[in-house]
């Protein structure tokens, strides 16, 4: 089927709508996912958003506010639970098999074929409506609004929390606001990849553009066009065949991480040396000869941004 016959559809589009807003969040979302090593709850906030969705349906309701409901709801638990970052995943742990009990207890309460649930589980991109685009693009407008108000203070508290509180800056109250919209990102990237591949849109763009490129910004953008380049793709592949968009989409995703993740020491290594070789020169003033004599005693070893352990 040509591309442009695709496009004719009116369900093609909605995907295609969707899944850009998604995408685009889910990139933004992912990269402080990463650097923060809140992996383990983008994997948690998911099924815990499965749960809200059956005990929804079970109340005869739409699935999705169950979805936002349960999900903001562990993020306010896992912030209040788990201020240390030691405690963080087993307060995580705790309110995801929590929540998947209490999925459990209304999957089997409710007599009926619970199909919204289960689309939610799985991903259903090509049957959203246009109603649910809407939501979902005003959604993502005043997500990624808040997170470009919040990047500065973000960003710094990300990589250097200890000084950033030192000069004043709220961690606490970042780090509850910032867990308040990973749910938010959760509940949007779930309709389109589905509970159990939501990894897929969070973590896969966002982890392969930070092993490529080092500077934040650079590393957003690229994580975002890898996003949207994932999604188009698994939309258009999955019109063409019979199989899941998701499948396509964690497929892409999983292809373009593995040689990035298995070559990319090749190159951060390469950095480090020019940057430990830059610090070294420029710790040197010019002028006196005895500096230069002294220049091989330098030690050149120590931690670098981008080295590995």
Same mark, same amino acid.
């Given at each position: 089927?040509?591309?442009?016959?695709?496009?004719?559809?009116?369900?093609?589009?909605?995907?295609? =709508?969707?899944?850009?807003?998604?995408?685009? &969040?889910?990139?933004?979302?992912?990269?402080?996912?990463?650097?923060?090593?809140?992996?383990?709850?983008?994997?948690?906030?998911?099924?815990?958003?499965?749960?809200?969705?059956?005990?929804?349906?079970? =109340?005869?309701?739409?699935?999705?506010?169950?979805?936002?409901?349960?999900?903001?709801?562990?993020?306010?638990?896992?912030?209040?639970?788990?201020?240390?970052?030691?405690?963080?995943?087993?307060?995580?742990?705790?309110?995801?098999?929590?929540?998947?009990? =209490?999925?459990?207890?209304?999957?089997?309460?409710?007599?009926?074929?619970?199909?919204?649930?289960?689309?939610? =589980?799985?991903?259903?991109?090509?049957? &959203?409506?246009?109603?649910?685009?809407?939501?979902?693009?005003?959604?993502?407008?005043?997500?990624?609004?808040?997170?470009?108000? !919040?990047?500065?203070?973000? *960003?710094?508290?990300?990589?250097?929390?200890?000084?950033?509180?030192?000069?004043?800056?709220?961690?606490?109250?970042?780090?509850?606001?910032?867990?308040?919209?990973?749910?938010?990102?959760?509940?949007?990237?779930?309709?389109?990849?589905?509970?159990?591949?939501?990894?897929?849109? *969070?973590?896969?763009?966002?982890?392969?553009?930070?092993?490529?490129?080092?500077?934040?910004?650079?590393?957003?953008? !690229?994580?975002?066009?890898?996003?949207?380049?994932?999604?188009?793709?698994?939309?258009?592949?999955?019109?063409?065949?019979?199989?899941?968009?998701?499948?396509?989409?964690?497929?892409?995703?999983?292809?373009?991480?593995?040689?990035?993740?298995? *070559?990319?020491? *090749?190159?951060?290594?390469?950095?480090?040396?020019?940057?430990?070789?830059?610090?070294?020169?420029?710790?040197?003033?010019?002028?006196?000869?005895?500096?230069?004599?002294?220049?091989?005693?330098?030690?050149?070893?120590?931690?670098?941004?981008?080295?590995?352990?």
């Amino acid at each position: 089927m040509a591309i442009f016959t695709i496009l004719q559809y009116s369900f093609i589009q909605n995907a295609f =709508l969707a899944g850009t807003c998604v995408a685009i &969040i889910a990139a933004v979302a992912g990269y402080f996912m990463v650097i923060r090593g809140l992996t383990f709850a983008g994997h948690a906030l998911p099924n815990i958003g499965f749960a809200g969705a059956a005990g929804a349906v079970l =109340l005869g309701i739409d699935p999705v506010i169950g979805l936002y409901i349960f999900t903001i709801g562990a993020s306010l638990g896992i912030a209040l639970l788990g201020r240390e970052a030691t405690e963080r995943d087993t307060s995580i742990g705790i309110i995801m098999t929590f929540a998947l009990g =209490l999925g459990i207890l209304f999957l089997s309460l409710y007599s009926g074929y619970a199909e919204r649930v289960y689309s939610i =589980l799985f991903g259903q991109v090509v049957g &959203i409506s246009s109603a649910d685009v809407l939501i979902t693009a005003i959604s993502s407008i005043l997500t990624l609004g808040i997170l470009l108000v !919040l990047f500065r203070p973000l *960003l710094f508290s990300s990589f250097d929390p200890e000084v950033a509180e030192a000069r004043g800056v709220p961690i606490r109250f970042l780090a509850m606001t910032f867990l308040i919209l990973i749910a938010i990102t959760v509940s949007l990237s779930v309709q389109v990849v589905g509970a159990l591949l939501v990894f897929t849109l *969070l973590i896969g763009p966002a982890a392969t553009a930070a092993r490529i490129v080092q500077r934040p910004l650079w590393a957003i953008i !690229l994580a975002i066009i890898l996003g949207v380049s994932y999604t188009w793709l698994g939309i258009l592949f999955a019109a063409n065949s019979t199989w899941p968009v998701s499948f396509y989409i964690a497929t892409l995703s999983f292809g373009v991480y593995l040689p990035v993740r298995l *070559l990319s020491p *090749l190159w951060i290594g390469r950095r480090a040396r020019k940057l430990a070789i830059t610090r070294q020169n420029t710790s040197l003033s010019p002028g006196s000869p005895a500096e230069w004599e002294q220049s091989d005693s330098v030690p050149t070893t120590g931690r670098v941004p981008g080295s590995t352990r």
